[in-house]
Nanobody, 120 residues
Framework: DVQLVESGGGTVQAGGSLRLSCRAS????????KSWYRQLPGKEREFVAMLDTLAGGESTRYAESVEGRFTISPGNDKKLWYLQMDSLKPGDTAVYYC???????????WGQGTQVTVSV
């Protein structure tokens, strides 16, 4: 199995920034998606951002609610990726999860989640 470990969550005031990290225990030898999701209190888990390595490139996609404020990026280590969160709002308060899904793997894998709290 593949293990994902998130870090970097915490409490920040509105307007502040945080950077989340996700490290995978192994790296897929095929095209794959590295993603971030979040679960707001009392809500379903929702998509936040994705990094697509298809065809050797790295394209990104974002939820409309975070576009222009959040940035997903790869780390120097291929097993590592980040979510830079700027201009945070109280509505961004959630548990954030990273996920990896590879074409050559039979399942997708999730991290355990990290809490982000944005205070007014």
């Amino acid at each position: 199995d593949v293990q994902l470990v998130e870090s970097g969550g915490g409490t920040v005031q509105a307007g502040g920034s945080l950077r989340l990290s996700c490290r995978a225990s192994t790296y897929p030898a095929c095209s794959h998606f590295k993603s971030w999701y979040r679960q707001l209190p009392g809500k379903e888990r929702e998509f936040v951002a994705m990094l697509d390595t298809l065809a050797g490139g790295e394209s990104t996609r974002y939820a409309e609610s975070v576009e222009g404020r959040f940035t997903i990026s790869p780390g120097n280590d291929k097993k590592l990726w980040y979510l830079q969160m700027d201009s945070l709002k109280p509505g961004d308060t959630a548990v954030y999860y990273c996920k990896i899904h590879a074409a050559c793997w039979s399942q997708e894998y999730w991290g355990q989640g990290t809490q982000v709290t944005v205070s007014v």
